[in-house]
């Protein structure tokens, strides 16, 4: 009986000792939704890359300005451009948040935007200056809602971004989508060019589509990027993350779950 103690002690250990490593391990494993956001936020502070694909992007809008000045219209030029992360760099609030662990909360991002800290996108003011210069007029349509507009209004007017007035920022009223404010601005002006880093701020095609309806527009409209739409990098976030979600409201390991079944292998 004396040897059946030892046996039995050493069996007790490893009982104890497994549930403890599992644990460990699946304490340790990253949160993709949240990790994934501040890698990507490194890429956009960090990468001479980052820099030079938005400089690319205003690049080519420059010269459709060039080009698009010397047609005649009807009505009045004007530019329609989305504000976040096509105008205004918001990484370092992106940064802050996730730091803490923390998603996108309306109380606090309406705290940041009343700092009017955010910096310019990368060729973003040249831009808008030299199509203002043209006389074009530039039209911000944001979904920023209305409690954002003085902070916002004061972070262009600290750049001194043309236009920056309330008649031409069209925050969110009732929904995300877009279309209804371009329309209000397409009645009265030509809209020569559209700007932004989602592609809801093009067209309704893409409104709460999933990725494969997203691929398949894109393909559609093939012609109009570079010509009629300048899009700029987001890695962060934006609807090519909410399709991954189905665009409902998930938890942490629920999103982790959508993004990982969503990668491909081999």
Same mark, same amino acid.
């Given at each position: ?29 990253? !949160?993709?939704?949240?990790?994934? @956001? ?7 502070? =960090? ?22 000045? +010397? ?5 009045? @030029?004007?530019?329609? $451009?989305?504000? #976040?992360?096509?105008?205004? /760099? ?14 996108? %909360?309306?109380?606090?991002?309406? *705290?940041?935007?009343? @700092?009017?800290?955010? #910096? ?16 074009? *007029? ?6 920023? %809602?209305?409690? !954002?507009? $003085? ?13 920056? /007035? !309330? ?6 009223? %009732?929904?995300?989508? +877009?279309?209804?404010? =371009?329309?209000?601005?397409?009645? @009265? ?7 932004? !880093?989602?592609? &809801? /701020?093009?067209? #309704?095609?893409?409104? =709460?589509?999933?990725?494969? *309806? ?26 090519? *993350? %909410? ?8 938890? $942490?390991?629920?999103? /982790?779950?959508?993004?990982?079944? &969503?990668?491909? &292998?081999?």
């Amino acid at each position: 009986m004396k040897r059946v103690y030892p046996l039995l002690f050493t069996v007790l250990l490893i009982a104890c000792a497994g549930p403890k490593k599992t644990a460990s391990i699946q304490a340790e494993q990253p !949160d993709i939704s949240t990790q994934g @956001k501040l890698f990507a936020s490194v890429f956009m502070q =960090r990468a001479a890359e980052y820099h030079a694909l938005c400089l690319q992007a205003y690049n080519v809008a420059h010269q459709r300005i060039d080009e698009i000045v +010397k047609q005649s219209s009807l009505k009045p @030029k004007a530019i329609i $451009t989305d504000l #976040d992360e096509t105008v205004l /760099d918001n990484s370092t609030n992106e940064v802050h948040q996730d730091l803490q662990g923390k998603g996108f %909360n309306p109380v606090e991002w309406n *705290e940041w935007t009343s @700092k009017a800290m955010a #910096d310019t996108v990368p060729g973003s003011f040249s831009f808008f200056k030299y199509a203002a210069s043209k006389g074009i *007029e530039i039209f911000y349509i944001s979904n920023r %809602n209305e409690n !954002d507009r $003085t902070g916002t209004l004061q972070n262009l007017h600290h750049f001194s971004f043309p236009n920056a /007035d !309330d008649a031409h920022l069209l925050l969110r009223q %009732n929904t995300s989508g +877009k279309e209804t404010r =371009r329309q209000q601005v397409m009645t @009265k002006y030509d809209v020569v060019l559209l700007l932004g !880093d989602n592609l &809801s /701020d093009f067209s #309704d095609l893409f409104d =709460r589509k999933s990725t494969e *309806e997203r691929l398949l527009a894109v393909q559609q409209l093939s012609a109009q990027f570079g010509n009629r739409y300048i899009i700029l990098p987001n890695p962060v976030y934006g609807d090519w *993350e %909410n399709s991954i979600y189905q665009y409902k409201q998930l938890t $942490t390991i629920q999103k /982790d779950s959508a993004i990982r079944k &969503s990668l491909k &292998s081999f």
